[in-house]
Structure formats: C-alpha cells, structure tokens
C-alpha cells in the first residue's frame, strides 16, 4: 500500500507513526505532509529519513490510503481530491462525520457500516465520542438505552501539541508570579478547569457537546436515544475522562454489566472499591483500551446506573482508531 499522512508534525500524525510501527501495518511508500512552515523538514521513522511535502492535488496522486489529521479546513479542500484520485481517505476532522453518506466508525461498534459502504472517505468519530461509546456499546448489547448524560474532562492534548505547551508554560509561569499567557484556551487552564470546548451554539450547548450528541446517534444508529452533554477542558496532559449516567428502559444488575465489559474489545475494567481501584487518565495514556470503573446504581432513579470511563484521546481518540479502520479496510 502506498500511504499518505497529511498533518504529520501534529499529536496526532506523530501518534499514527508511532502505531504504524507497533501494529506492522504494512507498506511500499509512505509520503508526509504538513504546513508550508514544514516542508522540507525531516523526520525519522524506522531508521529512515522522510521528507516533509507540499500538500497538493500532485502529490496526492497515486496514493491508495491517505490520512488527514490536519483540521477540517484542510480536509475539506483536499480530502475530496484524494478520493476523487482513488485513494481511500480516514478523515479525523469534524468536515464529513454527519454527511449520511460517509460512514462514521469505531470499529468495535459499527465496523458493519464500513463494511458494506462504497464510500472513499470514512470519517473518524470525535475523541469523547469514542471513548464515551467504548463504555456505552457494551451495556446497550444487554439492554435499550433510554437515555444518557455525559460529563466529560477534556485533557489539554486534545488541543494538540499547543495545548499541552499552553499548560505547561502557564504553570512555570504561576510559579514565577507571571500572569498567564491564554492563547489556546480562552482563560487560564492551570489550577482551573474551562466549561466550555468549541464555540457556543444557539441552543447554549458547545460545539464538542453537539458532537457527542449527533456522532453517537448517527454511530449507534438510533436517533430516539437522548443525549446531554458537558464537556470541561482540565489541567490534564493526556487522556480524557467522562462521567457517565445512562438511564435503561428496563432493569439492569451490575454483575451483568461488569461481565458484558470484561468480554467487549477495546475496553478493560477496574472497578474494586474495597481496594480503592479505579481508572485514572494516567492509567489509560499510551495504552490502547479504554478503561472503565466506578459502575454503580443511580439511588435517585430506577433502571439507571453511573460510571466513569477513561481513554487516550490523542491514541484510541484519534490515531488508534484511524488505524483500526485502515485495518478493517485492508480486510475489505
């Protein structure tokens, strides 16, 4: 397979090299592309020097699978030509998700859907999308789903590399009595957290909440199933969490659920509160399952149960799961 990786210097690229190398995925040529600031730059992977190129309707010629990690405003100009070229495009940006005609995967859940489509460019689901649903698919195989509410605990990655560096300047900053320097995040996010991810809708919901809501029903396939987000941006480096409160239509009994989890790919459990064992974002990052704990019945509602489920954004969030489908693919 000739591959393409367009948004290589980001988190994310970095991230899909790193996998490319762990899970062998297979390949004769590889080309990265990046911003014109980047092209021309080298970078290393399995002993070999690449060299960064100009993104253009040329260069993607040829090219029988190409990623993009590089923002919607970027797929949205050269995702389509690449597909038009033949090339199969995994699309990470927000640019195809809801267009009923390009599928929308994790593959765990809904590999089905990808592989009865035609469509050249699969959609990547957002990073909370994903590890929400991780949690979420494994309890609606035992009983329908009437309705979720989703707190969410956003790490700082998931604003890339600029974010992780926001936080951390901000903090030496703290400590040398310097006002804060707020250029990712609209206020401060050391020693605070920040309601709000994306720009504000009509309806007072963010654009990440929004997300949640519409990626989940479109992935689950099920548009009566109600869902309320809000989604919080932490001083965490790596790795989301989410607080969960999912409200069945019948009875469900923990023992059940526990039992579906330790069965269902791509998610592991700790959950021993005699032992005090629960998921941490530091357990999950640089790991590729989700992992989720703190499973126990809403005392104020009947038929409802509360969890807590984290994941690594920048791995099972994006890259791990761009390359999953990339699997899928290669088996279609």
């Not at 059940?256 to 269902?264: N, T």
Request: net charge positive.
């Amino acid at each position: 397979m000739k591959i393409g990786i367009v948004g290589i210097t980001g988190a994310v690229g970095q991230e899909l090299l790193e996998l490319m190398k762990e899970r062998k995925f297979s390949y004769s040529e590889i080309r990265l592309f990046a911003s014109n600031k980047s092209i021309g730059k080298k970078i290393k992977f399995k002993s070999k020097l690449y060299k960064i190129i100009r993104l253009n309707k040329k260069n993607l010629e040829g090219l029988d699978l190409v990623f993009f990690v590089a923002g919607s405003t970027v797929s949205k100009k050269f995702a389509t030509i690449a597909s038009n070229n033949g090339s199969y495009v995994i699309d990470n940006s927000s640019a195809f998700r809801l267009n009923k005609n390009i599928p929308l995967i994790i593959p765990e859940i809904n590999s089905n859907t990808l592989l009865s489509s035609n469509s050249k460019i699969i959609a990547n689901p957002n990073c909370t999308t994903i590890i929400s649903l991780m949690g979420i698919k494994p309890l609606l195989n035992l009983q329908k789903i009437k309705r979720v509410v989703a707190t969410s605990f956003q790490s700082v990655s998931g604003a890339g590399n600029n974010g992780m560096n926001e936080l951390l300047e901000n903090t030496k900053r703290f400590f040398n009595n310097k006002k804060s320097l707020n250029k990712v995040f609209n206020k401060n996010i050391t020693f605070n957290v920040i309601p709000k991810i994306g720009s504000f809708k009509l309806n007072g919901y963010t654009e990440e909440e929004m997300k949640f809501n519409n990626e989940s029903r479109k992935i689950l396939d099920d548009k009566n199933i109600l869902l309320s987000a809000t989604t919080v941006r932490v001083p965490v480096l790596r790795s989301h969490s989410i607080s969960l409160n999912i409200e069945f239509k019948g009875n469900i009994e923990i023992n059940k659920i526990k039992k579906e989890i330790i069965k269902f790919p791509g998610i592991d459990l700790i959950d021993n509160p005699k032992k005090n064992q629960f998921p941490t974002p530091i357990d999950s990052s640089n790991r590729d399952n989700c992992i989720i704990g703190r499973i126990r019945k809403d005392y104020s509602k009947r038929n409802c149960i509360s969890a807590w489920i984290v994941g690594d954004q920048i791995r099972k969030g994006a890259a791990l799961n761009a390359i999953q489908i990339a699997e899928l693919l290669v088996r279609k």
